[in-house]
């Protein structure tokens, strides 16, 4: 089958908002530039989640097109995150739906960078590490002013280091292996979110599967009540995507719709051409009683938003991570987030500061 892509002009923005994170040399602000992840609005807030820490961040909208009073949420403090010890949160997803911000954590293996100190030489036969607080699905109840009031994960179990999900995953022939390979070597590495009511979809970077990538459509019991009580699975399957060797990277709910726009790219660490797709009827009810086997779905190209070029070592590649749709004055725009932004991306302003671009999505 050709690549449909193929024939896609390489798209450009048509807004940007400067993200304002804090001071120069500030270390928290610099890593959260580098390491963005996940983002979601509500109303004057914009919510970001990062690869590192176990916080997520809150910024307030300052102009039309620029954010900043940086706020952190530690996670630990709403039940979602476990101590230093623990590991890294991972945060790799963010999705609002009414009163709930929904998060997930990349759930992975992670190998050690070649350029990381920690006084042992590199070997390419080590398994990675295993974060605890990475093992999370779950939610922030939110007040009338979108702050979190509370929050709800799905079931952990403390003497294995996973949740609900992983002991899932672990359980299915198919996936199982691949929760022993880093996960950017095709190793198991969640990336996506989107949520609505008791349904949520979540999207894997990895593995991807003869060029099939894959997303889970999970059903959840427990959120009734004051938002504390813990989360169930109450019903998963797996659902199979054709996006022509390319991962899940994020997803996001079109408003009014059973529609998700699903930013795709690559699922190793090269920062290789991405693409938005519109994947219909995504939310529909599923039949209760599907057949056995394997249905791909193709959801429909709508934008290339990067090429294929590699980043250039200190001036960062634009790799992009995080997705928000927006309705604006009856336009759809497709919001996203870079990870290791470019120098480009930074230039001319103090401070730690990026920008998001803003597509517009083809009706």
Known sequence: MPFPEADLPLA??????????????????????????????????????????????????????RYGDLRQVKLKDFGLAGGKDDGESDIEGLALDGDRLWLVGSH???????????????????????????HVL????????????????????????????????????LIAPFLKIPSKENGLDIEGIAARG???????????????????????GGLEGDGRSTLTLAGQRFRYLQLYGLAVRDLAVVRGSDDVLVLAGPTMTQAGPCYLYRWRNALHPLETNHADGITVEEPEPLLWIRDGRPGRPTEGSDKPEGLEVQLSECR????????????????????????????????
């Open 332 to 363: 759809l725009l497709a919001w996203v987030a870079y990870d290791d932004p470019t120098v480009a991306r930074r230039r001319g302003q103090e401070g730690a500061r990026t920008r998001l671009d803003a597509f517009l999505v083809p009706e």
């Open 198 to 220: 008791e349904r949520v979809l979540v999207g894997l970077r990895g593995p991807v599967l003869r060029g099939i990538a894959l997303v889970l459509d999970l059903h959840l």
């Open 138 to 173: 779950g939610c922030l109840r939110l007040d009338g002013e979108g702050l979190p009031v509370a929050g709800q994960r799905l079931a952990f179990d403390a003497a294995a280091g996973r949740d609900a999900l992983t002991q899932f995953l672990a359980a299915d022939p």
């Open 108 to 134: 992975s293996r992670r190998r050690r960078k070649h350029d990381d100190d920690e006084g042992e030489p590199l070997s390419l036969l080590e398994k990675g590490k295993q974060s605890r607080n990475a």
């Open 12 to 65: 450009t923005p048509t807004q940007q908002r400067i993200l304002e994170l804090g001071p120069s040399r500030d270390k928290d602000a610099e890593d959260l530039m580098q390491n963005l992840s996940a983002l979601a609005a509500h109303d004057r807030l914009l919510w970001l989640g990062g690869d590192e820490g176990r916080s997520l961040y809150r910024l307030q909208r300052l102009g039309e097109h």
